[in-house]
C-alpha cells in the first residue's frame, strides 16, 4: 500500500467527524470538518478552496469529479435561501451530505469535503428560535460547517445573535461569521465593524475559521468595474490578522479570474463561494469569463447546442419562467421544479451537464484559485491532530469582562457601520 493511501486510510479512521460516522458507518468517503479544509489552504498559501452552491445534483457532482481531477480539497455548501425550510432547489440542508456521501463512493473520490451550511441567516428574534433546535437538525442530518450570517442585523445584535447560537454549533465544525449584508444598503464593511465583530467573538471563547464581507460582490447574474474591492479586503484581513480567521469571498460570479486572482494572492482568504455560474453551467447555457451567462439580443439567455439539457428541455425550462413572469435573476427557482425532469434525460445528456460543470471548476481550481493539489495537505492537517477535530487557530485573547450585552450594545455605537440597535436589546 503506498503512502497517499495509508494516509487516506489513517484519515479516514480519525478524521470524520462524529455525526458522519454516525450516518454512514461503513462509507469511504472522507467527509470533514470545514476547519480541515481552510487549514490545507493555509498550508499552501494564497489558496483558495472552492465552496460549490450545489443546487442541483449535476453541479454536485461535477465539483466532485473537478476536485478529484486537481487533487484539491473542497466545500459542497447550500446556503438558506436555496436549501432552507423555505427551498427552491431540491439539494437542501438536510440531503446534502446524504448525496455527497452517495456520490464520492459511487465516483471513487479520494479528497477531503466539507458539507457547508452557508448563510444561515438570521434576521429576528424568531429566526433565533428556530435556529435553536434547525441548527442541531442540520448537524444530524450531516452538515460539517456553517456559516451564521445574521449581518442583517445592526453590529450589536448581530454580534449577540452569533453568541446566543454558538452553542448549538459543535466545536469541532467549522464556523463562519459575515460583517456586512452581501449587496446591503448600508455600504461596504468597514475593518472597524470586522474588528467589532470577531473581538466580541473572541471575548465568548468564539473562534470562527472564516469572515466574510460586503466587499463590493454581489449575489447571483452581475459584472461590473467595481465588483470586488481587493485593497479593501486586504484592509480588513490585516485589521483582523491577529484572531487567525481566513476570509470567505462571496459572489464570485460576475467577478473576472483576474480579480479572484488577486483576491488569492493580496488576500487572506481560503474560501470562495460560486453558485450561479455552475447552475448555467449545468443547463447548458453560455457563460463568460465572469460565470455570467449571456443575453442575446432580445435579453434571453443564449443556450449551447449540444451542452447542458436538451434544447427541447431548455425550451420548456424557459417558457415557464416566462409563464412564472422570471427576471434572469429568478431563474435559479428552475431548480426544484425540474430537478428531477433534468434527472431523468438519457444519460449522456446528463454526463455532458456534470463535465461542463466539472470543466469549469477544474479551470478555477487549477488556474484561478490555486488549490491544486491541497488535498494532500488537508489530509496531514487530520493526520497531525490525530482527530476530527483540529481546534481553534487563536486562543482568546480578548477580556470577557469588556464584552458584556450591556458593553456589546455601547461600543457598536462608536464603530459606524450599522452601529447598535435602537429600542429593546436583543434577547430582552
Known sequence: MSKIDKDFNKALEVGRPPNITKLFPNSKAL?????????????????IAIAANARNSFVLRGALRAAQRANA???????????????????NYWTMATLVDAAYNELGITVPVAIHADHYTIQNDKDIASAKTEIPSMFDAGITSIAIDSSHLPDDRSLLASIELNPFVPKWAGLETEVGEIKGKEGLSTPEEALFLIQGLNAHDIFPDWIALNNGTTHGIEESASGIQVDLTAAIHKAVEKYKVSGAQHGTSGNSSERLRQIAAKTNTT????????????W???????????????KNFKKVKG???TEEMWAEMAAYAGEKGFKAGDYKKLNLPFENRLTGL??????????????????????????KDTAPLAIEAILKANSYDLGPKVSRLEDPKEWT?????????TIGGKGAASGKDFGD
Open 271 to 282: 474560501k470562495a463561494n460560486v453558485a450561479t455560474a455552475l447552475q448555467m453551467i449545468s
Open 31 to 47: 467527509l470533514v470538518s470545514g476547519k480541515v479544509i481552510d487549514r490545507g489552504m493555509l498550508t499552501k498559501g494564497h489558496a
Open 346 to 371: 438519457p444519460v449522456e445528456v446528463r454526463e455532458r451537464m456534470v463535465k461542463g460543470v466539472e470543466d469549469f471548476v477544474y479551470n478555477m481550481i487549477v488556474n484561478v484559485l490555486n488549490s
Open 307 to 309: 451542452a447542458g439539457a
Open 405 to 413: 450585552k450591556e458593553q456589546i450594545v455601547e461600543k457598536a455605537k
Open 284 to 298: 447548458g447555457l453560455e457563460v463568460n469569463d465572469y460565470g455570467n451567462a449571456i443575453l442575446d439580443e432580445n
Open 73 to 91: 480539497a473542497i466545500i459542497i455548501e447550500i446556503a438558506k435561501s436555496e436549501g432552507g425550510a423555505k427551498a427552491y432547489c431540491a439539494v
